[in-house]
């Protein structure tokens, strides 16, 4: 268990659909990420929060949006879901010593 | 955009076998990360190297950063089917910043 926990761990939806993938930081870390991974694209940067607020924005969709709680969970908002959003999404949080503890992951499937 | 090359894409190899992966980049980071992924898993970070020329072993595992922190390399040595994985370097643009950029990874298969 890497202290970093990401629900659910598997979704399957239908294209046109909304879900929110949510994910709990390592105790004590301020920062949390989202990541997208395909097979074909890596692992792709789509946002950071810090402690509440936005700090960086990467290659991340209009139709993508993500907030951080005053509890520090993150919530990952995905809409209007087409056949290419179908990846494996990961959070990861930090403290500032630059190496990332990730969770396990959402494969999120749409259909 | 910073971006990172890793070579090769995939490798197989017997069991007991050395290999170097590599991770290449025209950009210059503060820093680069070594992680390991399995499958049904996230990437979980083997190691973190700052100063370029820097060495770090972790027990048959040796990392080196470029002198000129652009690239980096993982050398495995005797090999074992415990270290089949996919292999990920990931750099870090500068103070203050912790956004890491990834390359695509390496794909190991170490066969018994």
């Known amino acids: 268990d890497s202290g970093v926990t990401q629900t659910p761990k598997h979704l399957i939806t239908a294209t046109g659909q909304r879900v929110t993938l949510r994910c709990s930081p390592r105790?004590?870390?301020?920062?949390v990420y989202w990541y997208q991974q395909s097979l074909d694209q890596g692992l792709q940067f789509l946002i950071q929060?810090?402690?509440?607020?936005?700090?960086a924005k990467g290659n991340i969709l209009e139709r993508f949006s993500a907030q951080q709680f005053p509890d520090l969970h993150s919530e990952l908002n995905l809409s209007s879901l087409e056949l290419g959003d179908s990846a494996l999404y990961f959070c990861?949080?930090?403290?500032?010593?630059?190496?990332?503890?990730f969770g396990s992951g959402t494969r999120l499937t749409v259909v | 955009t910073q971006l990172l090359e890793q070579s090769p894409q995939f490798l197989s190899i017997q069991e007991g076998e050395n290999l170097t992966v590599y991770c290449n980049s025209s950009?210059?980071?503060?820093?680069l990360q070594w992680y390991r992924q399995e499958p049904g898993e996230g990437p979980v970070l083997l190691v973190t190297?700052?100063?370029?020329?820097e060495v770090k072993k972790l027990k048959r595992l040796t990392f080196q950063f470029g002198d000129a922190r652009k690239d980096s390399s993982l050398h495995i040595t005797a090999a074992q089917p415990g270290d089949t994985g996919l292999y990920l370097c990931?750099?870090?643009?500068?103070?203050?910043?912790?956004?890491?950029?990834f390359g695509k990874g390496t794909k190991l298969s170490v066969i018994p």
């Open positions: 190297v700052v100063t370029g020329g």
């Open positions: 105790s004590g870390d301020l920062s």
């Open positions: 950009s210059v980071f503060s820093s």
């Open positions: 990861a949080s930090s403290v500032v010593d630059h190496g990332y503890t």
């Open positions: 990931a750099g870090a643009p500068g103070a203050g910043s912790y956004q890491l950029t």
């Open positions: 929060y810090y402690n509440g607020e936005e700090r």
